[in-house]
């Protein structure tokens, strides 16, 4: 596609259920990353994926949280029991590749809000 | 670990006026880049600017340049002639140069919120 896109756009969702965001990379791009943004904060690291594999999990807060990627494209970010401090707004990046010159291009983001 | 602040929540400016965003960071890497991005109402992060560490010359893109002071570390980044479509958060990022052994995160600010004045 022409940029990085993210569904759903916003999403409600009660207190205890799961929920999937999910990515759609840039085509061709290998790198894919996943950051939350709160309310007034910066953007936190949540995850790395090169290729299908993910050797960068260390932002991911807890084990309610979890990410895979399949066929080197598409990802989905799956968030078990939810929590009210789990909403924010859920952010996708993709990038040619690893090289840390390389411009990362952000989608619009996930906007989850948990009651 | 890296750390990048930015001390500004809020900033305005008149509409063709000139503003200059601060961005401070803590590394005892030598070689990284650093970067601009700018959020719109959008929500999507776009690249303004980038810096590499090693290159003295200032960047500049268009109507937007940045101070690069590698002692002080601080990379500011000024908005020359302010359009409304300026009107946005701005983050401020670093990266390392290298990822030995892998991949290196961006590191973001906590974001200036700019609005410009018609």
């Known amino acids: 596609g022409a940029g990085v896109s993210q569904s759903p756009s916003n999403k409600v969702t009660e207190k205890g259920k799961d929920v999937e965001l999910r990515c759609d990379p840039i085509s061709g791009h290998t790198a894919l990353y996943w950051y939350r943004q709160s309310l007034g904060q910066g953007l936190e690291f949540l995850i790395y994926f090169q290729g299908n594999s993910a050797p960068d999990k260390s932002g991911l807060p807890s084990d309610r949280f979890s990410a895979e990627r399949t066929g080197g494209s598409v990802s989905t970010l799956t968030i078990q029991r939810t929590q009210q401090e789990d909403s924010a707004v859920y952010l996708c990046?993709?990038?040619?590749?690893?090289?840390?010159?390389?411009?990362?291009?952000f989608g619009e983001g996930s906007w989850l809000t948990v009651v | 670990a890296q750390t990048v602040t930015q001390s500004q929540p809020e900033m305005s400016v008149q509409e063709a006026e000139t503003v200059t965003l601060s961005c401070t960071y803590d590394t005892s890497e030598s070689d990284y880049y650093l970067f601009w991005y700018k959020q719109p109402p959008s929500r999507q992060m776009i690249l303004v600017i980038r810096?590499?560490?090693?290159?003295?010359q200032n960047a500049t893109e268009n109507r937007f340049s940045v101070n690069f002071q590698k002692a002080a570390k601080s990379f500011s980044l000024k908005i020359s002639d302010s359009q409304l479509g300026d009107a946005a958060m701005y983050f401020c990022a670093y990266r390392s140069y290298y990822s030995p052994g892998g991949y290196q995160k961006v590191t973001f600010g906590t974001g200036t919120k700019l609005q410009v004045i018609p």
């Open positions: 990046a993709s990038s040619l590749e690893e090289t840390a010159g390389n411009t990362i291009y």
């Open positions: 810096q590499e560490a090693y290159k003295q």
